[in-house]
């Protein structure tokens, strides 16, 4: 079981799906998680893919400041993938609601009140940088022996 | 099966098995000066409170009280490392990136003053403006309960059956006349301009 198990653990550290979300923020965000793609930075070299498509996905990246209309589709989409899976907030909205957290905007943040959120990236807008390294090491603690630690 | 073997040839090739399993690219640095969230240089904070007036994104700086001084705290999730902060200290508390060095070369800084406003289609000339101003009050104890005032020296007094507004420049941005304006007539704005000294020659 356990060879079985390690075969799984490093196939899924060189291939880790990516899909993200944007429930309402600038677009700065998104255009950083787009340049994780360029060859700037290249995010498939480290395994790790990028479709959109949530029952694919492995890492749910969740941006923007959660509009109430994003709610229960967000709480949908997690629904979607399947296990093991991870949230990761990207940017300071999902955290704070950033400059949208002021009296009479439509947000409703933190993220974590609707979905689990396992890491969180500030800034306004992260840099790629930094995206990257949080998918790389968030996704191995949540999926390496996940078989084993479900028994 | 002729397909079989080429793609198990493919795929046992060095070459792509340390592609397909190694990173190619050396791991990417974050240049030092690149703007990063403001850390502390360790100089003395004068609590003047720059810092958290010209930041314009909501929660992110505090300038808190510790044993014996005082000290911003930035809170990451919420700054948006524009670095204003930085450049708006006066005592160069918080260091980003290269801010303070392109301050200091180019002799930049801010300059801020407060903006008085009345609207006069909402102003009922009550005079609490003018009464409840602690300037005004300092400057001219005998200040009438209208509001207006014998003297030339106050922020501002009712003259003529309307506010004006003497001397702006005397006002400490305290906002009580905004507090104790029943129509919300009165307008407090912290004005800010960047400023460069001369060059010397
Ligand atoms: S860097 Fe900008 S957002 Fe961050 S604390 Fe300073 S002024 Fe505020
Ligand atoms: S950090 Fe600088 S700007 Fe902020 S309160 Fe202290 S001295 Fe003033
Ligand atoms: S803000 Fe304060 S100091 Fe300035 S005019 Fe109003 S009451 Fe006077
Ligand atoms: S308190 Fe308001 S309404 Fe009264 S005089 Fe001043 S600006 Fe006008």
Known sequence: MSILQDIKNAVRSRSIHVSYVDVGSCNGCDIEVLACLAPRYDIEQYGIYVHNNPREADVLLVIGSVTPQWVDKLRDIWEKIPEPKVAVAIGNCPISGCVYARKGTLTTPPVENYIPIAASVPGCPPRPTEILSAILSVAPLIFKDYEEKQR | ?201
């Open chain 2, 1 to 201: 099966m002729r397909s079989i073997v080429y793609y198990v040839r493919e795929f046992l090739r060095p070459e792509w098995l340390r592609k397909f399993f190694l990173v190619k690219t050396a791991p990417l640095e974050t240049p030092s000066y690149f703007k990063d969230y403001p850390s502390l240089t360790g100089k003395e904070c004068t609590a003047c409170f720059s810092c958290m007036m010209i930041c314009p994104a909501p929660n992110a700086i505090a300038v808190l009280r510790r044993q014996d001084r005082w000290e911003p705290e930035i809170y990451r999730g919420h700054c948006i490392r524009c670095g204003l902060c930085v450049e708006a200290c006066p005592e160069d508390v918080l260091a980003s990136g290269r801010i303070l060095d392109t301050t200091h070369r180019d002799r930049t800084a801010f300059s801020s003053w407060y903006h008085l406003e009345v609207d006069d289609t909402l102003c009922m000339r009550c005079g609490n403006c003018c009464v409840s101003c602690p300037v005004n009050r300092q400057v001219d104890p005998q200040l009438a309960g209208t509001g207006t005032s014998a003297s030339d020296e106050v922020v501002m007094r009712v003259e003529g059956g309307r506010v004006r507004i003497l001397h702006e420049e005397k006002c400490t941005g305290c906002k009580t006349c905004e507090i104790n304006c029943p129509n919300r007539a009165i307008r407090v704005a912290r004005m800010v301009e960047g400023v460069q000294e001369e060059a010397e020659a």
